[in-house]
Nanobody
């Protein structure tokens, strides 16, 4: 199973970006998918997850609730993170991850597959 994250970039505060996570080697519908982010020197932080395997649970960290939206196109095997009203503190490398049990979790431990990071930079 491979995950390929894309969509990062440089944006001004208040702007929007949409991150994509293309999954290959497994049907996305069976997987839980999550987004994490990391700033150098800090722990990798859970941002959002979406459960799989027929479950519809989604979760957002307090820092992004109301601004970010996770979605999934199971037919296209792609998960998305729509990020609106971006703030400078959202600047980080963003990673997507997937769990083969379908159980979403905000902890980075227990995810089986990880994509490479995509840099999001928000200027003030």
């Amino acid at each position: 199973v491979q995950l390929q994250a894309s969509g990062g970039g440089l944006v001004q505060a208040g702007g929007s970006l949409r991150l994509s996570c293309l999954v290959s080697g497994q049907k996305l519908g069976n997987l839980a998918v999550a987004w994490f982010r990391q700033v150098p020197g800090n722990e990798r932080e859970g941002v959002s997850y979406s459960s799989g395997g027929g479950r519809t649970t989604t979760y957002y960290s307090d820092s992004v609730k109301g601004r970010f939206a996770i979605s999934r196109d199971d037919d296209g095997n792609t998960a998305y993170l729509q990020m609106n009203n971006l703030k400078p503190e959202d600047t980080a490398v963003h990673y997507c991850a997937a769990d083969r049990t379908g159980d979403g979790k905000i902890s980075r431990y227990g995810y089986d597959y990880w994509g490479q990071g995509t840099q999001v930079t928000v200027s003030s």
